[in-house]
């Protein structure tokens, strides 16, 4: 079947879930785990129908740090089962998932003035142990390089935006980073769709059995019932709200958004220890549009879990906080250009969130609905093969081995491949060896820049509604592409993106 994910395919498909179909599995929820359960459950030969009340990587998947970790940070804190499953996955991410949709960063922990002597041989331990890691893992040194320590001057090159007084050198290690997640999440329900899976967004499940759903087309107000043989439960950090039984502990992660002239364009990360802190450190990321993002934090969340976190002012200040005592000049509050906000969905365990376990969590409620949560974005690949496992073994579906671990998304080959791909870069990196289709199937005024302020091209957003299943303008400006993390290049992009929208929408 077609990758294709078009409005009017989606049509097609929930007539025949209204008329009485019955499918293998269907999955609530389409996040990267969400994603992840559907290609896998569909790549074994069952069939399969996956919802999510919103669009595609709509909740927690698109608000991460966009990064592929390799666990170091779990080294750190003793949990060496998450530390190990975090790098063998990012290693199938980078070499054989999504080596278009994955790159190399560098992280660079700078040994300044409020940096001690101990606290930097710690860290150079730490790499060490992490390069360790990546061997153990399997992941080649010419797709991580090994860690190794700098000169203040080849620091002071790196991230030229660095306090020259107090700096004395720094140590740098590799980690993965994503050119989007959400480009991850489309992947995967594109992936789900060439495999025969019904991926269906805006249909919010309003009550789970573990033989089905009822469910509301939000688009046409349709009600309808479900039919499945197992249920799997995927909603992250809404979890709760279709599974009474699971108890999550929300914590909310903040980001920065700068512009990059700001910190002088850095071409690496920068990890920064916060003060008084174990294993607690503030990130800044380099992005492929020329910003930087800046993050995070750890705070619990109580109440109602919102469709949008908001971003507190408190956590902004934390993190220019953090990030303003190393840099030559300083960030001024008026210069942050966008913030954002994602809520992880833990479980359970006492103390602060920040130091709850990142292990993930596949659980069968009383009603047999399947329920995963827990983890994080490199790992949800694991979690979805958990996940369909139980499905199958207590529903008693007849299904294959899972196969996810060498099943490459549209546009994936290897890097070699990639390097020969006759498109840009930047293009290459989001959408792999599909990136000459991208820019082909636009007329001209399109394959340019949508506004000064940023790279995305119109052919992009043309794109994501003919194959990607876009449906509003908030799909093409907050997910298929991030314009709406800078609310400026949002407004300056919004009468274009609803044009290229009607006219998308419009062509057979």
């Given at each position: 079947m077609?990758?294709?994910?078009?409005a009017?395919?989606?049509?097609?498909?929930?007539?025949?879930?209204?008329?009485?179909?019955?499918?293998?599995?269907?999955?609530?929820?389409?996040?990267?785990?969400?994603?992840g359960?559907?290609?896998?459950?569909?790549?074994?030969?069952l069939?399969?129908?996956?919802?999510?009340?919103h669009?595609?990587?709509f909740?927690?998947?698109r608000?991460?740090?966009?990064?592929v970790?390799?666990?170091?940070?779990y080294?750190?804190?003793?949990?060496?089962?998450?530390?190990?499953?975090?790098?063998?996955?990012?290693?199938?991410?980078?070499?054989?998932?999504a080596?278009?949709?994955?790159?190399?960063?560098g992280m660079l922990?700078?040994?300044?003035?409020?940096?001690t002597?101990?606290?930097?041989?710690?860290?150079?331990a730490?790499?060490?142990?992490?390069?360790?890691?990546?061997a153990?893992?399997?992941?080649?040194?010419?797709?991580l390089?090994?860690?190794?320590t700098?000169s203040a001057?080849?620091v002071?090159a790196m991230v030229?935006?660095?306090?020259?007084?107090?700096?004395?050198?720094g140590?740098?290690?590799?980690?993965?980073?994503?050119?989007?997640?959400?480009?991850?999440?489309?992947?995967?329900?594109?992936a789900?769709?060439?495999?025969g899976?019904?991926i269906?967004?805006?249909?919010?499940?309003?009550?789970?059995?573990?033989?089905?759903?009822?469910?509301?087309?939000?688009?046409t107000?349709?009600?309808?019932?479900?039919?499945?043989?197992?249920?799997?439960?995927?909603?992250?950090?809404?979890?709760?709200?279709?599974?009474?039984d699971?108890?999550?502990?929300?914590?909310?992660?903040?980001?920065?958004?700068?512009?990059g002239?700001?910190?002088?364009?850095?071409?690496?990360?920068?990890?920064i220890?916060?003060?008084?802190?174990f294993?607690?450190?503030?990130?800044?990321?380099?992005?492929?549009?020329?910003?930087?993002?800046?993050?995070?934090?750890?705070?619990?969340?109580?109440?109602?879990?919102?469709?949008?976190?908001?971003?507190?002012?408190?956590?902004?200040?934390?993190?220019?906080?953090v990030l303003?005592?190393?840099?030559a000049?300083?960030?001024?509050?008026?210069?942050?250009l966008g913030?954002?906000?994602?809520?992880?969905?833990?479980?359970?365990?006492?103390?602060?969130?920040a130091?709850i376990?990142r292990?993930?969590?596949?659980?069968?409620?009383?009603?047999?609905?399947?329920t995963?949560?827990?983890?994080?974005?490199t790992?949800?690949?694991?979690?979805?093969?958990?996940?369909?496992?139980?499905?199958v073994?207590?529903?008693?579906?007849?299904?294959?081995?899972?196969?996810?671990r060498?099943?490459?998304?549209p546009?994936?080959?290897?890097?070699?491949?990639?390097?020969?791909?006759d498109?840009p870069?930047?293009?290459v990196?989001?959408?792999?060896?599909?990136?000459?289709?991208?820019l082909?199937?636009?007329?001209p005024?399109?394959?340019g820049?949508?506004?000064?302020?940023?790279?995305?091209?119109?052919a992009?957003?043309?794109?994501?509604?003919r194959?990607?299943?876009?449906?509003?303008?908030?799909?093409?400006?907050?997910?298929?592409?991030?314009?709406?993390?800078?609310?400026?290049h949002?407004?300056?992009?919004?009468?274009?993106?609803?044009?290229?929208?009607?006219?998308?929408?419009?062509?057979?």
């Open positions: 077609s990758a294709s994910l078009t009017a395919r989606r049509t097609r498909e929930i007539a025949a879930l209204a008329d009485g179909e019955t499918v293998d599995l269907l999955v609530v929820g389409l996040g990267v785990t969400g994603a359960v559907a290609l896998d459950a569909a790549s074994r030969g069939s399969v129908a996956a919802i999510d009340a669009d595609l990587a909740g927690t998947s608000w991460s740090s966009k990064l970790h390799g666990g170091l940070r080294l750190a804190r003793g949990q060496f089962g998450v530390a190990y499953e975090s790098a063998v996955e990012r290693g199938i991410l980078m070499t054989r998932t080596p278009h949709l994955t790159r190399p960063l922990l700078p040994a300044t003035a409020g940096t002597p101990g606290g930097v041989r710690l860290a150079g730490g790499l060490r142990a992490g390069d360790l890691l990546r153990v893992a399997g992941t080649p040194r010419a797709v390089p090994p860690a190794r700098l001057a080849q002071r030229p935006a660095l306090r020259a007084d107090g700096l004395r050198g140590r740098l290690g590799w980690d993965g980073q994503l050119s989007d997640d959400v480009r991850l999440v489309v992947g995967l329900a594109r789900a769709a060439a495999h899976a019904r269906l967004t805006r249909c919010r499940a309003q009550a789970l059995t573990g033989d089905g759903a009822t469910a509301r087309d939000t688009v107000g349709q009600e309808l019932r479900i039919r499945a043989r197992a249920v799997v439960n995927a909603t992250g950090v809404w979890a709760g709200t279709l599974a009474p699971i108890t999550l502990r929300p914590s909310r992660g903040t980001h920065l958004v700068l512009p002239e700001l910190l002088r364009h850095p071409w690496t990360g920068l990890t220890p916060v003060p008084g802190e294993s607690r450190f503030v990130i800044v990321l380099p992005q492929p549009d020329g910003l930087v993002y800046v993050g995070l934090t750890d705070e619990p969340v109580h109440g109602p879990v919102p469709d949008v976190p908001e971003v507190p002012e408190s956590e902004v200040e934390f993190l220019l906080g303003n005592p190393v840099l000049r300083p960030v001024r509050r008026e210069e942050v913030a954002y906000a994602g809520l992880r969905p833990l479980m359970g365990g006492d103390g602060r969130t130091d376990s292990r993930h969590a596949v659980v069968e409620g009383p009603d047999g609905v399947v995963v949560v827990g983890g994080k974005l790992t949800y690949r694991r979690m979805a093969q958990d996940a369909v496992d139980l499905a073994r207590r529903r008693g579906l007849r299904a294959g081995r899972c196969r996810t060498d099943l490459p998304l546009g994936a080959a290897d890097r070699a491949e990639l390097a020969r791909v498109a870069d930047r293009l990196f989001r959408y792999g060896t599909e990136a000459p289709a991208v082909a199937q636009a007329p005024p399109w394959r820049p949508l506004i000064e302020q940023s790279p995305v091209t119109g992009e957003l043309l794109w994501a509604v194959h990607e299943g876009a449906l509003t303008v908030d799909d093409l400006l907050d997910r298929r592409t991030r314009l709406g993390l800078v609310p400026a949002r407004a300056a992009a919004l009468a274009a993106a609803e044009q290229i929208l009607a006219d998308g929408l419009e062509a057979p």
